[in-house]
């Protein structure tokens, strides 16, 4: 038996005998003692899963803990120094973000929607995009790399604004070429291991690997500050990542396969509440 086959016996052994536990799905997600989240919904029409669940009750407990008080939750350094940047002016028309924006509170409830069409540009839209078309169009800055630290931090303080609403991506009129591709690639078997995103994240979700519990791969908590490398990570950086997990070439962050895999996988999600910044392994 060659490597490839060995790793690949070993994979869905992994996946088949493992136990189908996780921290528990009747646990409930309230943040400073105040603000209650739930954590399932029923899954959206058409759906191949029973309920959506988020990827905060597939943790353990500790972690868990941490996204409970926004105090503990790492990913505050990195709003705090988004916060910062808001009102920091930059480029050649001495603008910052409050220059147009003002309060970042007026974003409310745009986390839910995106990604989105953007009628004038003729494309779908995430929220790096809009990001940096201001800071280009109408600051006259450099724009952001896609998931380096000023960008996801914007994104993370930006997307709290709509903490605990519900996930409400439009998956009809033009963006429909975009859902058939996402779902395309969310099915596709690619890579050494040759895996599909829904080998993990639908047919095996809660089950055992690697010492940590698969989840449905819901991204309405993105972006999420991950123990494993102990910063904020944007949901392109996560499909690079499982895509190099299962020996595959990436896609490009910010291209348009991942912005069409992201949304997909964010109608998956439709139903559930916006958790971001949220904590994972």
Known sequence: MNTLNKTL?????????????????TDVLVINEEITIPTSAPAPEGSPLDK?????SFRKHETQALQMDDFDNPSFIFV??????????EGTEGKSCASCHEDVEAFKGLRTVLPRWNEAKSEL???????NDCRTERMGAEPWKWSKG????????????????PMSVKTDGPVEPAMKLGKELYYTRVGQLDMACSNCHEDNYGVMIRADHLS??????????????SKLNSTHARFKGCMKNIRAKPFGQGSAEFKALELYVASRG?????E??????
């Open 9 to 25: 016996t070993c994979t869905v052994a992994a996946l088949t005998f493992a136990t189908a536990l996780y921290a528990s799905e």
């Open 52 to 56: 959506v669940i988020s990827g905060w």
């Open 80 to 89: 705090d120094k988004a916060s910062d940047q808001w009102t920091k002016v």
């Open 125 to 131: 839209y995430s929220m790096e995009n809009y990001i």
């Open 150 to 165: 000023k960008m996801t931090a914007m994104t993370a303080l930006i997307s709290l604004q709509s903490r605990g609403l």
């Open 216 to 229: 449905q791969g819901q991204i309405n908590g993105f972006p999420t500050y991950r123990l494993k490398n």
């Open 270 to 274: 439709n139903g559930l509440s916006v």
């Open 276 to 281: 971001s910044p949220a904590v994972r392994n």
